[in-house]
């Protein structure tokens, strides 16, 4: 996989789902590597796409995310994302949820109708920094051509833990010329520092 590099925030669609008020800022009150991190400044329910041209059709890829939170202030991380570039949408993507009822929960959003894909045994922590890290690859078979592998894994206290791999049969939107990566800060207290993003030909 090759890593795309980005070194702005310009690099970025940043706004809110729906639409409505919504500002954002680097804090400098929490971050995994200084001297900031990104948070919310006012507002909730926003989504933050990676904008590259280079970034627009990730079918398979890695992406990866510090992330800083209290108790019940879930961050979401989002891939295969079908929101146009220059734009953010919260419709047709697939979500991954650290921290809903303390779990790790992954869905498929269609037409903005949530599916539960996988939930693994994961509780992660609070008010500490912690990465996690999916990957989604195709893996067609002869009864499901559109097979979809998605491995799990997560960084807690400098230890990488296995979260296991979950085949997803019908993995969706791997031909629509868009399938978008990066995440969706809902709330204040999120942050988030040191989003990597890898690309698979």
């Given at each position: 996989?090759?890593?795309?590099?980005?070194?702005?925030?310009?690099?970025?669609?940043?706004?809110?789902?729906?639409?409505?008020?919504y500002?954002?800022?680097?804090?400098?009150?929490?971050?995994?590597?200084?001297?900031?991190?990104?948070?919310?400044?006012?507002?909730?329910?926003?989504?933050?796409?990676?904008?590259?041209?280079?970034?627009?059709?990730?079918?398979?890829?890695?992406?990866?995310?510090?992330?800083?939170?209290?108790?019940?202030?879930?961050?979401?991380?989002?891939?295969?994302?079908?929101?146009?570039?220059?734009?953010?949408?919260?419709?047709?993507?697939?979500?991954?949820?650290?921290?809903?009822?303390?779990?790790l929960?992954?869905?498929?959003?269609?037409d903005g109708?949530?599916g539960?894909?996988?939930?693994?045994?994961?509780?992660?922590?609070?008010?500490?920094?912690?990465?996690?890290r999916?990957?989604?690859?195709?893996?067609?078979?002869?009864?499901?051509?559109?097979?979809?592998?998605?491995?799990?894994?997560?960084?807690?206290?400098?230890?990488?833990?296995?979260?296991?791999?979950?085949?997803?049969?019908?993995?969706?939107?791997?031909?629509?010329?868009?399938?978008?990566?990066?995440?969706?800060?809902?709330?204040?207290?999120?942050r988030?520092?040191?989003?990597?993003?890898?690309?698979?030909?």
């Amino acid at each position: 996989m090759d890593i795309i590099a980005h070194h702005s925030t310009a690099d970025w669609d940043i706004g809110r789902y729906p639409p409505g008020s919504y500002t954002w800022e680097l804090k400098d009150d929490e971050f995994h590597s200084g001297p900031t991190s990104f948070g919310n400044k006012s507002g909730t329910n926003g989504v933050v796409l990676l904008a590259l041209p280079a970034a627009a059709d990730i079918v398979q890829g890695r992406l990866r995310c510090w992330l800083y939170h209290p108790s019940g202030y879930w961050p979401i991380l989002a891939f295969r994302n079908q929101s146009p570039l220059g734009s953010v949408t919260w419709v047709n993507t697939y979500a991954l949820y650290v921290g809903l009822a303390g779990e790790l929960r992954l869905y498929q959003l269609v037409d903005g109708a949530p599916g539960l894909v996988y939930n693994p045994d994961f509780t992660p922590p609070n008010n500490e920094w912690y990465a996690i890290r999916v990957t989604w690859e195709n893996e067609p078979t002869e009864d499901w051509p559109e097979g979809m592998n998605v491995h799990l894994e997560a960084q807690v206290a400098g230890e990488w833990q296995d979260l296991g791999v979950k085949f997803v049969a019908r993995g969706l939107w791997r031909t629509t010329g868009t399938n978008r990566v990066g995440f969706r800060p809902l709330y204040l207290q999120q942050r988030y520092d040191d989003t990597a993003i890898w690309k698979k030909d």
